[in-house]
């Protein structure tokens, strides 16, 4: 989220978008803002009193999320309770902290252009910035303390808990009987090409249900989770390096702590790109590794049982082998969800994440050590 607005090459008037809400002065620039793969978005510039102010317009993807107000009841919910939280910092820091949503000028915080879009506004934290990828271990610590610390934030949101905006989202075992009966229509003749894939995923049936198990039968306690953890849902600041903000609150639901670190280590331990098409090479980084559960622990320790600490590096695989699932189910449909800009673009990301899995599981011998030694460090509760 850094860098300077520049006039905006798409098509969409942002001045008109922009007069929807409760915005000061008058419309000055836009430009494209990140690329990500649903919601659509902008950061604008508005003049007032001499002086530039930016914000972030975001169109919402309708057909991901088919009810923008339950999208943004939860969101609302969740920025008010973090804000509450963190009411021993002054105004400044909780603007830098949590996402602040604008006001539309016909009421609430949802506008809606006369092509029938739905938009919402954010302020634009200044100083800060996304990664595309980590880098380095204090990366890693800083976005897995955030994660953690959203998590802990969160563990007394008044009830009712948020809505379940995208049913079974992180349902491995469904999403494996989807991946079922994607092969079995072959609506795009594309099974034959990725049957080596297709069979990869088979065989590990048995991993599927790990989480969602734990989780029914109360093994493990639900929680309010981001259930989206990548490290480009996290801000950091600019000048010191520190994980300031946690982003995208659209898919905040009740879950498990370990989908958010499943995600956390599938997003972040890799050696190669999410989309490449050469992982022969492909590696589990593991000081990375080691600096997620340490941030990770450090931002959610005293409130995680010793039912979720055991389970965190399978949780790694699970959610691995899910975000491979769901890939390759995608290409097998045609690429209806995840957007594809070459062909097999969503296969070279199932065999990515595939070939991470296989090398989760031949380190995970090591990963365990590392887990059992970040659990006799960290500071007791």
């Not at 972030?56 to 923008?68: E, I």
């Not at 080596?196 to 088979?202: D, N, R, Y």
Request: aromatic share 8%; glycine share 6%.
């Amino acid at each position: 989220m850094m860098g300077s607005p520049h006039t905006c090459g798409d098509t969409v008037d942002l001045a008109a978008v922009g007069a929807l809400f409760e915005l000061p002065g008058t419309f000055h620039s836009g430009a494209r803002l990140g690329r990500g793969h649903i919601h659509d978005s902008y950061l604008v510039g508005w003049e007032h009193a001499g002086q530039r102010q930016y914000f972030v317009h975001q169109r919402l993807n309708t057909r991901v999320f088919p009810s923008p107000p339950r999208l943004m009841e939860t969101a609302l919910r969740v920025t008010v309770h973090l804000r509450s939280k963190l009411a021993h910092l002054p105004e400044c820091e909780r603007l830098r902290r949590v996402l602040t949503f604008v006001p539309a000028r016909s009421g609430g915080f949802l506008a809606r252009t006369e092509d029938g879009a739905f938009w919402r506004t954010t302020r634009f934290i200044a100083g800060g910035r996304t990664l595309e990828r980590v880098e380095e271990p204090s990366q890693a610590f800083q976005a897995a303390r955030a994660f953690g610390q959203f998590l802990h934030l969160l563990a007394d949101l008044p009830p009712p808990p948020p809505d379940e905006v995208i049913p079974r989202f992180h349902d491995t075992p469904w999403r494996f009987q989807c991946l079922l009966d994607a092969a079995r229509r072959d609506a795009y003749h594309r099974a034959a090409a990725a049957r080596a894939e297709i069979e990869f995923a088979l065989a590990r049936e048995g991993t599927a249900g790990a989480l969602a198990d734990a989780l029914q039968e109360g093994v493990v306690p639900e929680r309010i989770v981001h259930n989206d953890t990548k490290v480009d849902n996290v801000l950091f600041d600019q000048a010191t390096g520190e994980a300031l903000c946690v982003l995208d609150l659209d898919t905040v639901m009740p879950g498990t702590a370990l989908f958010d670190f499943g995600d956390l280590v599938r997003s972040a331990v890799a050696s190669t790109a999410e989309d490449a098409r050469d992982v022969s090479t492909l590696q589990v980084r593991l000081p990375i590794f080691a600096a997620l559960l340490h941030g990770y622990l450090a931002g959610a320790g005293a409130c995680l049982v010793p039912a979720e600490l055991e389970r965190l590096v399978v949780a790694a695989e699970v959610i691995t082998l899910e975000c491979g699932i769901r890939f390759l189910t995608d290409h097998l449909e045609g690429d209806r969800y995840f957007p594809a800009h070459r062909p097999n673009h969503n296969l070279d990301r199932a065999r990515t994440q595939f070939a991470l899995l296989r090398a989760l599981e031949a380190q995970r011998s090591a990963l365990e050590r590392i887990l059992d030694a970040a659990r006799a460090t960290a500071a007791p509760p």
